[in-house]
T-cell receptor, first 110, second 115 residues
Framework: GESVGLHLPTLSVQEGDNSIINCAYSNSASDYFIWYKQESGKGPQFIIDIRSNMDKRQGQRVTVLLNKTVKHLSLQIAATQPGDSAVYFCAENGNNRLAFGKGNQVVVIP | ETGVTQSPTHLIKTRGQQVTLRCSSQSGHNTVSWYQQALGQGPQFIFQYYREEENGRGNFPPRFSGLQFPNYSSELNVNALELDDSALYLC??????????????FGPGTRLTVL
């Protein structure tokens, strides 16, 4: 399929290591922040979200951290697997519409 | 798989033509949002439909229009196609519950190429 990650910042990570992907957002009024994963030829897939009144939320192998002071969001993936190779987007929600960041490509090295 | 389907998968048009893209929402979802994703970029919000009416619009010209049908499926129409309209067009459905945030489930997209 076509490459979603053309000219994107790329993180290369060894299989089994932890990955950290960062994102800066712009709108202080956003009420939710969401991380999506997009594999080549597919639509974005929901990973995890966090409400603006929280600073940390954990899911299965993933943790999202929110720092409202500096408008920064991060996604931590534990024990990265080959299936985690994809482009990751952060998105901020305002009135049920999403504003996406540019994306980060993660390449898992077996 | 999210249960959101889009057709066609790929489409090639020439400048000045018109195109219609279709989306079937996930069962139980009454809200459909459309996004344009240029190569190497994040998706950009075009507009949202709720109960067959436009419910918010992004920074896109009027030649981008849409419809939502009673079964909550939706169409995106683009008139007078331009080369820059070449992109992946994504549809996302959600279940509106009166909240300002509802998880959006994306379809696989339609890849439009304008020559």
């Amino acid at each position: 399929g076509e490459s979603v990650g053309l000219h994107l910042p790329t993180l290369s990570v060894q299989e089994g290591d932890n990955s950290i992907i960062n994102c800066a957002y712009s709108n202080s009024a956003s009420d939710y922040f969401i991380w999506y994963k997009q594999e080549s030829g597919k639509g974005p897939q929901f990973i995890i979200d966090i409400r603006s009144n929280m600073d940390k939320r954990q899911g299965q192998r993933v943790t999202v951290l929110l720092n409202k002071t500096v408008k920064h969001l991060s996604l931590q993936i534990a024990a990265t697997q080959p299936g985690d190779s994809a482009v990751y987007f952060c998105a901020e929600n305002g009135n049920n519409r999403l504003a996406f960041g540019k994306g980060n490509q993660v390449v898992v090295i077996p | 798989e999210t249960g959101v389907t889009q057709s066609p998968t790929h489409l090639i048009k020439t400048r000045g033509q018109q195109v219609t893209l279709r989306c079937s929402s996930q069962s139980g979802h009454n809200t459909v949002s459309w996004y344009q994703q240029a190569l190497g970029q994040g998706p950009q919000f075009i507009f949202q439909y709720y109960r067959e009416e436009e419910n918010g619009r992004g920074n896109f010209p009027p030649r981008f229009s849409g419809l939502q049908f009673p079964n909550y499926s939706s169409e995106l129409n683009v008139n007078a196609l331009e080369l820059d309209d070449s992109a992946l067009y994504l549809c996302a459905s959600s279940a509106s519950s009166g909240q300002t945030y509802n998880e959006q489930f994306f379809g696989p997209g339609t890849r439009l190429t304008v020559l």
